[in-house]
């Protein structure tokens, strides 16, 4: 199904993010009224121009400062949802998750005042976050899967537009347009995280533009900006690849957005711990080359114990409303979790030696 042609070690991060917005209003309480409603449309047959211009006010820059004030790092990010919910990079906001010391502010499009955001939802592994505006009335974005099981297919060379705060606070609202560089999942190493899935196109970011939207020709938001080289190391020899970019696929937010925003999203668990073949080379596991999820331990308080055991390889996910995941590496796993809730019993195929079994398992 997927296939992971490269391996490239990066040094350094990008971020970027947009907004959008929408029509009617609701009452939050408080005297919180929110008019935004329903995302931002584009009409058929847009230019690059019409979608970059129509999103502008809908892009904001995300960043970490201490309790005085001073900025500590900064990126972009998208507003997915009514109410001032928006998606970007974890490693935008990592430094304020669990911190007495950081607080996440975000800025709107021209103005130089933030305003406090929470961080509600994050995943290292998939450099995914979602945090809340305390305004309410940012204009959102429509989000689409076209990159991990959407029937729409991204192509190569197909035309993307990216718009964010690059390099510097005073370059807001930064587009660039560029195109889809490959048709295969690519995967990644920076300094701290695996990046896998990932989109690669050639629309410039720089430092600043990570959690940024990476749209497509319809306006659909269909990644953040995550990863970007200016060098890159490829069977034992440094390259230039200052047209190499990633984006991590919007698929993950777009699963679990409306239970955050309900405040009714819990992630189940399975009680393991494993890896993939990508895993295996990038934290010195052992040889393990083929695809599947290869269980490490099984804690022996959770649903799994006596039914998985060490050296299993999960090869497919049946979720309790029958949709299916086939397991090829780290990510397919986390996705079928996110499409699952606690309580669920799925049904898990295994390869145990040379023998393939099925196990049902609750989530809990």
């Not at 040889?287 to 290869?294: A, I, L, V």
Request: aromatic letters at 10%.
């Amino acid at each position: 199904m997927k296939k992971k042609l490269l391996f490239l070690s990066f040094a350094f991060l990008f971020c970027l993010f947009t907004l959008t917005g929408c029509s009617l209003s609701f009452d939050l309480g408080g005297g919180k009224t929110i008019t935004n409603t329903e995302p931002l449309t584009i009409e058929a047959g847009a230019t690059a121009t019409e979608i970059a211009e129509e999103y502008l006010d809908a892009i904001v820059t995300v960043m970490v400062e201490d309790r005085s004030g001073n900025s500590i790092s900064f990126g972009s990010g998208v507003a997915v949802y009514a109410g001032g919910y928006i998606a970007t990079n974890y490693h935008v906001i990592n430094t304020a998750v669990n911190s007495n010391i950081f607080e996440l502010q975000v800025y709107l499009n021209t103005e130089t005042t933030g305003y406090d955001a929470e961080i509600l939802w994050y995943n290292q592994s998939l450099d995914l976050a979602i945090i809340r505006c305390d305004y309410y009335n940012i204009p959102f974005v429509k989000m689409a899967d076209r990159w991990i099981e959407g029937s729409d297919h991204l192509r190569i060379l197909e035309q993307v537009i990216t718009i964010g705060t690059p390099i510097d606070f005073g370059l807001q609202n930064t587009a660039s347009i560029g195109y889809i560089s490959s048709a295969e999942y690519r995967y990644a190493t920076s300094d701290t995280n695996l990046y896998e899935d990932l989109i690669q196109h050639s629309a410039a970011i720089s430092n600043g533009n990570s959690g940024g939207p990476l749209f497509d020709m319809n306006g659909n938001l269909i990644g953040l900006n995550t990863l970007g080289a200016s060098d890159s190391t490829s069977n034992g020899q440094t390259v230039s690849a200052n047209d190499i970019y990633f984006a991590v696929p919007i698929y993950p937010i777009m699963e679990i957005i409306e239970e955050v925003a309900n405040g009714t999203f819990e992630m189940p668990k399975l009680g393991i711990t494993g890896f993939d073949k990508y895993e295996a080379s990038y934290s010195n596991y052992g040889t393990f080359e083929e695809d599947g999820f290869k269980v490490s331990s099984v804690e022996t308080n959770s649903s799994s114990y006596n039914k998985l055991s060490e050296g299993d390889i999960i090869k497919k996910i049946t979720c309790a409303d029958g949709k299916e995941f086939e397991i090829e590496e780290r990510n397919d796993l986390i996705y079928a979790l996110l499409h699952s809730k606690p309580g669920d019993n799925i049904t898990i195929e295994y390869k145990r030696g040379n023998s393939t079994s099925n196990v049902t398992i609750t989530l809990s």
